[in-house]
C-alpha cells in the first residue's frame, strides 16, 4: 500500500469568505442610547462582525455596527454587553 498526501480543503480563518448571516434565527440589536461603546462586544465576537464606528446620530461617539452578512446569531455580544445595550430579536 502506498502512502498518500492529504490535503485539507479548508483552511483557518474563512469565515469572512462565507456569508452565514441565513443561518441565524434571532439577530443582535444594539439600543444607542444605553451603549457606552466599550466595544466588548466586538472583542467577543467570534466572527469579527461587529465593527466600532462613528454614529452619524452620535456624534463624536464610538458605537457597535453590526454586519449581519456574517453574524451567525450566536449571542455572545449580548452576554457580555455590561450595560445589557444589545437585545436578541426574531430574525424572520
Same mark, same amino acid.
Given at each position: 500500500m502506498k502512502n498518500k498526501k492529504i490535503t485539507l480543503v479548508t483552511k483557518p480563518n474563512t469565515a469572512l469568505n462565507n456569508k452565514t448571516g441565513p443561518w441565524r434565527n434571532k439577530k443582535p440589536e444594539t439600543d444607542y442610547n444605553i451603549c +457606552? @461603546?466599550?466595544s466588548m462586544c466586538s472583542k /467577543? #465576537? $467570534? =466572527?469579527? #462582525? +461587529?465593527?466600532?464606528? =462613528?454614529n452619524i446620530n452620535y456624534p463624536g461617539k464610538i458605537k $457597535? /455596527?453590526?454586519?449581519?452578512?456574517?453574524? *451567525? @446569531?450566536c449571542a455572545l455580544c449580548v452576554k457580555e454587553? $455590561? /450595560?445589557?445595550? +444589545? *437585545?436578541?430579536v426574531n430574525d424572520f
Open positions: +457606552i @461603546g466599550c /467577543v #465576537c $467570534p =466572527e469579527n #462582525c +461587529i465593527e466600532m464606528k =462613528e $457597535p /455596527v453590526t454586519d449581519y452578512d456574517y453574524c *451567525k @446569531g454587553c $455590561p /450595560v445589557k445595550a +444589545i *437585545k436578541m
